[in-house]
């Protein structure tokens, strides 16, 4: 189906976090999805999901790209993040390490981004656990994500919850940004705003 938006979305976060989990649940649910190959140095499959946004009543057409484990070995560059329209930053709320090194893939995407108006969804994975199973409290993380300006939401990719929502959402963010009107020096909403100084070494675990 032909859209009028074709948009690029990176998922990123930490190995072990549930990525392709996620990717693998809004696909089989998903009637409006189709798998192709994309070669490249990173990304060696790339999903192309049509997005029901609220703001155009066709669907939106999205690229999206995985890690492919490549994060494992700190090894994705600008490469991977050139020309994205939007970005979904994953931890695991069953993990401590994986809340701290958001800033880490923060700075990354402020960094390498080359869309100063990138649209960032900070998402919560394996939500469907016992609260004694989290480490990470969902009042901790809304209170991180507005400390940075951004949406958070959770999701579970066993229980396939807020999996095929948390990208209408970024869906209608991205859509904001490309159809309004540019103002200089105004902070705009869904826009990362860690500055460089904030960057902190990153906590890799063997997960």
């Given at each position: 189906?032909?859209?009028?938006?074709?948009?690029?979305?990176?998922?990123?976060?930490d190995?072990?976090?549930?990525?392709?989990?996620?990717?693998?649940?809004?696909?089989?649910?998903?009637?409006?999805?189709?798998?192709n190959?994309?070669?490249?140095?990173?990304?060696?499959?790339?999903?192309?999901?049509?997005?029901?946004?609220?703001?155009?009543?066709?669907?939106?057409?999205m690229?999206?790209?995985?890690?492919?484990?490549?994060?494992?070995?700190?090894?994705?560059?600008?490469?991977?993040?050139?020309?994205a329209?939007?970005?979904?930053?994953?931890?695991?709320?069953t993990?401590?390490?994986?809340?701290?090194?958001?800033?880490?893939?923060?700075?990354?995407?402020?960094?390498?981004?080359?869309?100063?108006?990138?649209?960032t969804?900070?998402?919560?994975?394996?939500?469907?656990?016992?609260?004694?199973?989290?480490?990470?409290?969902?009042?901790?993380?809304?209170?991180?994500?507005?400390?940075?300006?951004?949406?958070?939401?959770?999701?579970?990719?066993?229980?396939?919850?807020?999996?095929?929502?948390?990208?209408?959402?970024?869906?209608?963010?991205?859509?904001?940004?490309?159809?309004?009107?540019?103002?200089?020096?105004?902070?705009?909403?869904?826009?990362?705003?860690?500055?460089?100084?904030?960057?902190?070494?990153?906590?890799?675990?063997?997960?």
């Amino acid at each position: 189906m032909l859209s009028a938006f074709r948009i690029k979305v990176v998922v990123v976060g930490d190995y072990g976090v549930s990525k392709t989990s996620m990717l693998k649940s809004v696909v089989t649910t998903s009637s409006r999805t189709d798998v192709n190959v994309q070669y490249g140095q990173y990304s060696d499959t790339e999903i192309e999901l049509h997005v029901r946004s609220s703001l155009r009543r066709e669907p939106v057409t999205m690229m999206i790209w995985d890690t492919c484990s490549q994060e494992k070995f700190r090894s994705l560059t600008a490469s991977y993040y050139r020309g994205a329209h939007g970005c979904l930053v994953l931890f695991d709320v069953t993990k401590e390490s994986t809340f701290n090194n958001l800033t880490y893939w923060l700075h990354d995407l402020k960094e390498y981004s080359t869309h100063p108006e990138i649209s960032t969804v900070i998402v919560g994975t394996k939500c469907h656990v016992t609260p004694e199973e989290r480490e990470v409290s969902h009042e901790r993380a809304v209170k991180f994500a507005e400390s940075v300006g951004l949406p958070y939401m959770e999701v579970s990719a066993e229980e396939n919850k807020n999996v095929t929502e948390v990208f209408e959402k970024l869906a209608d963010s991205i859509l904001e940004n490309l159809t309004k009107d540019s103002t200089p020096n105004m902070q705009q909403p869904n826009r990362v705003i860690l500055s460089k100084q904030q960057k902190p070494k990153k906590q890799w675990c063997s997960c």
